[in-house]
């Protein structure tokens, strides 16, 4: 199909690891993004892998890429409560400029 | 650098009424992206420019939506007229073309449409 697939809602404790997790569509898609999104502002680029890479590390991040299953995940490393926010993946499928995005994932940091 | 510059941040019109939500992309960047953020759709693209030409429109939702890039460094958004449904908050961003670049967000145009 056409969607990029991500679940809802994601809850941690401050401290613990985050994992966000979605599912793209294109198996040639050249490169695979994450976007941040905090409350009444923009979408903020967090990261972003190459589709010849399985994994990326920047900082406390951690991105992950599986080609064969088509499955993208985000490693938050001791999560913070400014990390509270939604998270969207977003897949730039070959020969096009525009972006698909996925429904994004709020996560909600508990102190 | 400034960044994606969108005017206004927020807008309450009527029905009815015409809208037109104004962006300024970053210098040198030669993409440009509108988008349309609702709780029960996300984020749909509406229109995007290559070089300030549309290249795809087709989420445009209807006749009403116009938008237009008359040079490098402006596009406008306009709805004529308004319904309530159109309210959202539109956003703009923009891209060096190619495959490695990622868009950069302006902060949104929060409309009501009462």
């Known amino acids: 199909g056409e969607d990029v697939e991500q679940s809802l809602f994601l809850s941690v404790r401050e401290g613990d690891s985050s994992v966000i997790n979605c599912t793209y569509t294109?198996?040639?898609?050249?490169?695979l993004y994450w976007y941040k999104q905090e409350p009444g502002a923009g979408l903020q680029l967090l990261t972003y892998?190459?589709?010849?890479?399985d994994m990326k590390q920047d900082q406390r991040l951690t991105v992950l890429l599986n080609k064969k299953d088509k499955h993208l995940s985000l490693r938050i490393a001791d999560t913070q409560t400014g990390d509270s926010a939604i998270y969207f993946c977003?897949?730039?499928?070959?020969?096009?400029?525009?972006?698909?995005f996925g429904s994004g994932t709020k996560l909600n940091v508990k102190p | 650098d400034a960044g994606v510059i969108q005017s206004p941040r927020h807008e309450v019109t009527e029905m009815g009424q015409e809208v037109t939500l104004r962006c300024k992309p970053i210098?040198?960047?030669?993409?440009l992206f509108w988008y349309r953020q609702t709780m029960m759709r996300g984020l749909e693209l509406l229109i995007y420019?290559?070089?300030?030409?549309?290249?795809?429109d087709s989420g445009m939702p209807e006749d009403r939506f116009s938008a237009k890039m008359p040079n490098a460094s402006f596009s406008t958004l306009k709805i004529q007229p308004s319904e309530p449904r159109d309210s959202a908050v539109y956003f703009c961003?923009?891209?060096?073309?190619?495959?490695?670049?990622?868009?950069?967000f302006g902060s949104g145009t929060r409309l009501t449409v009462v």
């Open positions: 420019f290559n070089n300030n030409v549309p290249i795809d």
């Open positions: 977003a897949e730039r499928r070959y020969n096009f400029n525009k972006f698909y």
């Open positions: 294109d198996s040639s898609s050249t490169y």
């Open positions: 961003a923009s891209s060096p073309t190619g495959p490695n670049y990622g868009y950069t």
């Open positions: 892998i190459f589709s010849n890479m």
């Open positions: 210098s040198g960047h030669n993409s």
